[in-house]
């Protein structure tokens, strides 16, 4: 049987398959003359099941898309407050090709444009040699599988890359780069000139998608605060000068190159990358934005999307004859957050047990958020403190040994197992 998801892929292509607007990224010749009917999307779940349609294995260079992964690997080499001192998060509302710096530290705005990219590029990888192999191993990695420099691209890129020259020689003067301005160009070049699919891409977001692990493998290749900061600053960056416009219609991480790919992550679910080479003004995929919108307004990806209040983690309350007596048991469910535990707290606050005996019932629970056990741990705390006894039907032992209200391991407490 074939997978309704794979037809909706399909439909995302066939419905946008007017949009003929923009050109090709003209200021680098290779990329000009790419065919512009290419069209692909690819979807990656945090379980690495990829789904996609279109020219879904057609190699285009990487170019733009690059950067945050670049940034994330700047940050897991140097530490977030070493990179943080040299490149901003601020959106610099310029294009990316401008030299955006803050005018009080001189650091370039944010990674996302070419000025911090470079930058970014260069505290990875200084040009000394194994260096431009140490990008293209992190995006094998990423991607799942060995990739490859389209050389190409960079010899095209090179050979027109006055612009990105000229921002590096100046970084350099400001003291914002260390590295031989050339060099650190040559490498950015390279790093940007690595060709991959929407495949390939979906994974690589979908890896950001799940904290930083690629799903397909296993590996951790970015930690967790990391993974959560780059998504932040491709939230507020990633699109350039269009990214509140982005944010707004779409409302989901991403990041475009001018090869006319995007990719998109959304946290805990899924990486979704698209491919279209005309560009729109701000040289973000024209048909690429449309289908990604459509792909956040069906899917429900859109982040501020008031989400399904978790469920009361209360599920019900009886009185039952156990081993130690007539006892309350407060059967719990789902998640353990703040929103869904406050109807257990309210229920014990409002209406305390009335037997001194008193049973949560766990073995429904799925994750207990700290703030969640803190919370339990005190009002268990409080139940104690006025006599009660407590016990826990946990068969993952998910919750921690009760104390009283001065912290006083509380021998009053008694494991159950379900039965
Ligand atoms: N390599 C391109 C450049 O530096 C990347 C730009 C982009 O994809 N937006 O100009």
């Not at 401008?98 to 970014?120: F, K, Q, W, Y």
């Not at 599988?145 to 612009?163: F, G, K, W």
């Not at 932040?232 to 001018?258: E, F, H, N, Q, R």
């Not at 279209?276 to 990806?301: K, Q, T």
Request: proline letters at 5%; a negative charge; aromatic letters at 4%.
């Amino acid at each position: 049987m074939r997978s309704p998801i794979l037809d909706y892929l399909d439909s995302i292509l066939t419905a946008t398959s007017g949009i003929s607007s923009g050109e090709t990224a003209q200021y680098i010749p290779e990329l000009a003359a790419a065919d512009p009917s290419r069209a692909a999307v690819a979807l990656c779940t945090v379980n690495g099941t990829v789904y996609a349609s279109g020219d879904a294995d057609h190699g285009f260079s990487i170019q733009s898309m690059s950067k945050p992964f670049a940034y994330a690997a700047a940050i897991e080499a140097h530490g977030l407050e070493a990179v943080l001192e040299r490149i901003g998060v601020e959106p610099s509302g310029e294009a990316f090709n401008e030299l955006s710096l803050d005018p009080v530290t001189g650091r370039p705005r944010n990674p996302m444009i070419n000025a911090g990219a470079i930058v970014a590029h260069a505290l990875v990888d200084d040009g000394g040699g194994e260096g431009a192999g140490r990008m293209l191993d992190l995006f094998s990695r990423l991607a799942g599988h060995p990739l490859e420099v389209d050389e190409a691209v960079a010899a095209s890129e090179l050979a027109t890359a006055d612009r990105n020259l000229g921002l590096a020689y100046l970084l350099h003067a400001a003291q914002a780069l260390e590295v031989e301005p050339r060099r650190a160009v040559t490498g950015y070049i390279r790093q940007c000139a690595v060709a991959v699919t929407v495949r390939d891409l979906a994974l690589m977001a979908a890896t950001l998608a799940n904290g930083g692990v690629q799903p397909e493998t296993g590996e951790r290749v970015f930690g967790r605060g990391t993974t959560r900061h780059v998504l932040s600053v491709m939230t507020s960056c990633g699109m350039y000068d269009a990214a509140g416009d982005w944010l707004t219609s779409v409302g989901i991480p991403a990041k475009s190159g001018v090869a006319g790919g995007i990719i998109g992550v959304l946290p805990g679910q899924v990486g979704v990358a698209v491919l279209s080479p005309r560009l729109d003004a701000h040289g973000n995929s024209a048909r690429g934005v449309e289908m990604m919108r459509r792909l956040s307004e069906d899917l429900g990806l859109h982040l501020m999307e008031a989400s399904r209040p978790a469920r009361s983690s209360l599920r019900e309350v009886r009185t039952e004859q156990t081993r130690a007596g007539t006892a309350t048991v407060y059967v719990l469910q789902g998640d353990l957050v703040l929103s869904s535990i406050e109807s257990l707290v309210r229920a014990l606050v409002e209406s305390p047990p009335p037997t001194a005996q008193v049973v949560f019932d766990m073995s429904r629970v799925d994750e207990v958020l700290p703030v969640a056990r803190r919370t339990a741990a005190e009002t268990a705390a409080r139940l104690i403190d006025e006599g009660h006894r407590i016990a826990i039907i946990d068969p993952e032992s998910t919750v921690p040994r009760f104390q009283d209200s001065r912290g006083r391991p509380v021998d009053r407490w008694e494991g159950l197992t379900a039965s």
